[in-house]
């Protein structure tokens, strides 16, 4: 398996208060993603990052924000959780863009937001 | 924006029957990804599809891009529990972003 490493891999919080995840690979690929998952809905994607300080918005992008100071990490972050971002998010990388290369999937973050 | 639809939803199967899920898409792919995932596990990478009319085949699973790259398919040939998971495609047109389906849930009953 690729080298990506999510933490922490779960967890609670409350309502309003903030939240970040973190994803880390030992690839040096260029890309890196932050898909969240949902039962029904399939992988969507909420942001993701072409390079060092250069990042891009996805389909879910609203309440979510990024960085990406290091090749080897990128960041996700929830400034003020509400429930309705509960759910499992993956971090993936791959070498190039996805239209030429596979993405490779990190084992993912359960977060529950009460 | 591009969406790709995946059907069925669900699929039950016997162990031994075959299965196939299939993706479509309104406008023309530029390629297709195949993803399966365990349950409680996350994507894996299967294939990629690029030509107009692309057959690949690994061990029982055939992936299929259709002529005019609106559509792909996933055949399972004599399904074993070891295939169970929820099977996405992904539209990996866009530079950057990935479009997946909703995936298909396969269930395999000994």
């Known amino acids: 398996d690729a080298g990506i490493t999510q933490s922490p891999r779960h967890k609670v919080t409350e309502t309003g208060t903030p939240v970040t995840l973190r994803c880390h690979q030992t690839?040096?690929?260029?890309?890196m993603y932050w898909y969240r998952q949902d039962p029904g809905h399939g992988l969507r994607l909420i942001h993701y990052?072409?390079?060092?300080?250069?990042?891009d918005k996805g389909e879910v992008s609203d309440g979510y924000s990024v960085s990406r100071s290091k090749t080897e990490d990128f960041l996700l972050t929830l400034e003020s959780a509400t429930s309705s971002q509960t759910s499992v998010y993956f971090c993936?990388?791959?070498?190039?863009?996805?239209?030429?290369?596979?993405?490779?999937f990190g084992d993912g973050t359960r977060l529950s937001i009460l | 924006g591009q969406q790709v639809m995946q059907i069925p939803q669900y699929q039950h199967v016997q162990e031994g029957e075959d299965f196939t899920t299939y993706c479509n898409s309104s406008?023309?792919?530029?390629?297709i990804q195949w993803y399966k995932q365990r349950p409680g596990g996350h994507p894996v990478f299967l294939i990629q599809?690029?030509?107009?009319?692309e057959v690949k085949k690994q061990k029982r699973l055939t992936f299929q891009f259709g002529e005019a790259k609106k559509n792909s398919s996933l055949h399972i040939t004599a399904t074993q529990t070891t295939d169970v998971g929820t099977y996405f495609c992904?539209?990996?047109?866009?530079?950057?972003?990935?479009?997946f389906g909703d995936g298909t849930t396969l269930t395999v009953k000994p």
């Open positions: 993936a990388i791959s070498s190039t863009g996805p239209s030429n290369q596979p993405q490779h």
């Open positions: 690839e040096n690929h260029r890309y």
């Open positions: 990052s072409y390079g060092v300080k250069d990042t």
């Open positions: 406008t023309t792919l530029s390629n």
């Open positions: 599809l690029v030509k107009s009319g």
């Open positions: 992904a539209d990996t047109s866009n530079a950057g972003k990935s479009t």
